[in-house]
């Protein structure tokens, strides 16, 4: 079992900044990649940045330059520091993370955490 723990969401205003941390626990041997996703109400589940075992990182357009993404790999902890918010990022953030068990490639997702952002 795999367990993905979100912490770090709130409410900030417009122009703040916040940082999302997720911690993986479980019995894995690895993690591949590691990242974050949102859903706004009415709008499907999309990428908002990456980080691969190699800490290659990948950013959606519409958070380039304003969020940063980076791994504590000793800790399996993901963070996602988030400046510079908007009113578009306000959204339930999930954390996302391939893992490795047996061989094999699994995705897990964490619970969600709620990021709103007031003008």
């Known amino acids: 079992q795999v367990q993905l723990v979100e912490s770090g969401g709130g409410s900030v205003q417009l122009g703040g900044s916040l940082r999302l941390s997720c911690t993986a626990s479980g019995s894995f041997s690895s993690i591949v990649t590691m990242g974050w996703y949102r859903q706004a109400p009415g709008f499907q589940r999309e990428l908002v940045a990456t980080?691969?075992?190699?800490?290659?990182?990948n950013y959606a357009d519409s958070v380039k330059g304003r969020f940063t993404i980076s791994r504590d790999h000793a800790k399996n902890t993901v963070y996602l520091q988030m400046n510079s918010l908007k009113p578009d990022d306000a959204a339930v953030h999930y954390c996302y993370a391939d893992v490795v068990i047996a061989g094999f490639q699994y995705g897990y997702w964490g619970q969600g955490t709620q990021v709103t952002v007031s003008s």
């Open positions: 980080i691969t075992s190699g800490d290659r990182t």
